[in-house]
């Protein structure tokens, strides 16, 4: 099993290694849990290692997407979209059954074998398009395995009313067809306001976690796990000593990345690593890019 760094710090050892390549990995949570922030992070790591990256928005126009990637910190979206290194595919507004089967097909056989990374955000509309199980499942599994032809595939799913049991009909069909299941819970605490945790509910081939891991979201990080549940903290640390760290890591991290962060630095507050310590998280940072 051949695994890809998945760009999102933390993530990869609880994933023993990374993304299954060729695989689709369906992230399911609710509104505002960070799955198109994370959606980005992967493509983008494709991106740095020379990949391609195809964008399917099924949800959100294109412009969206893009402005709230640069505000989450990547300037650089726009260059990968000019050099056409990364490609949307804006099916918002289609009728989801005819662009799965005649759309999709003619796609999928001009990029076949490119070992790009597509992300598809959310898979929600596709599900609603009809109330047949029978033919929801039959248009996410096309969809699943057309896109795997191209590349690794990671999707979304929409989770909603409470978060929790994933017992829902939206969400079993396309846990069902994925190689990989990750959901990213949102709990509201009593006095903290809001905790999230991540948990893998499933990874083919792969000895991976099977607990709860606090993440957060951060500029210019995007989505960050906690990898280690003994160090949970919530002690609030100060980002002043992420930029002590950084500089003392430089030169085990890609200059893009290094400035990327730097670029943020100073719109980073406390609350922002209270799911992981800095230490933990500057080693994550270094850890995904060791094998570069
Ligand atoms: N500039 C930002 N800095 C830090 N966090 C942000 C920023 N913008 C959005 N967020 C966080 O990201 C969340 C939205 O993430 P998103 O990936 O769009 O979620 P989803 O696609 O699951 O609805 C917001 O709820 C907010 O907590
Ligand atoms: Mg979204």
């Not at 990995?25 to 020379?50: D, H, N, P, W, Y």
């Not at 650089?76 to 289609?94: M, N």
């Not at 490119?114 to 596709?126: E, F, G, H």
């Not at 999707?155 to 009313?161: I, P, V």
Request: charged share 25%; hydrophobic share 35%.
């Amino acid at each position: 099993m051949n695994k890809i760094k998945s760009g999102i710090y933390g993530l990869n050892s609880l994933l023993d290694g990374g993304i299954n390549e060729n695989s689709a990995t369906v992230v399911i949570g609710c509104s505002g849990a960070g799955k198109t922030t994370l959606a980005t992070q992967f493509i983008r790591r494709g991106l740095e290692m020379g990949q391609e990256g195809i964008f399917v928005s099924l949800d959100e126009n294109k412009e969206q997407i893009i402005r709230e990637a640069i505000q989450m910190g990547w300037k650089k979206i726009v260059d990968y979209i000019d050099e056409e290194k990364l490609v949307f595919i804006d099916a918002s507004g289609h009728e989801f059954s005819a662009f799965i089967k005649k759309e999709l097909p003619s796609f999928v056989a001009d990029w076949k074998g490119a070992n790009a990374r597509i992300s598809i955000d959310p898979l929600t509309p596709v599900m609603w398009s009809t109330t047949d199980r029978y033919e929801q499942r039959e248009l996410i599994g096309f969809m699943l395995k057309e896109t795997r032809k191209v590349g690794t595939v990671l999707a979304t799913l929409e989770e909603h009313g409470m978060t929790g049991n994933l017992s829902g009909n939206e969400t079993v069909i396309p846990m069902y067809l994925a190689d990989c299941v990750i959901h990213l819970k949102t709990l509201h605490a009593q006095d903290d306001g809001l905790q999230r945790r991540l948990k893998i509910m499933k990874c083919r081939s792969s000895r991976h976690s099977k607990m709860e891991h606090d993440y957060s979201i951060v500029k210019g990080l995007g989505v960050v796990v906690n990898p280690d549940n003994s160090s949970l903290v919530h002690t609030k640390e100060k980002p002043g000593e992420l930029q002590k760290m950084l500089e003392e890591s430089k030169v085990h991290i890609p200059s893009r990345v290094y400035q990327r962060l730097s670029d943020v630095l100073g719109e980073l507050r406390e609350d922002d690593f209270s799911a992981i310590k800095l230490e933990v998280l500057m080693q994550e940072i270094i850890a995904e890019y060791s094998d570069d």
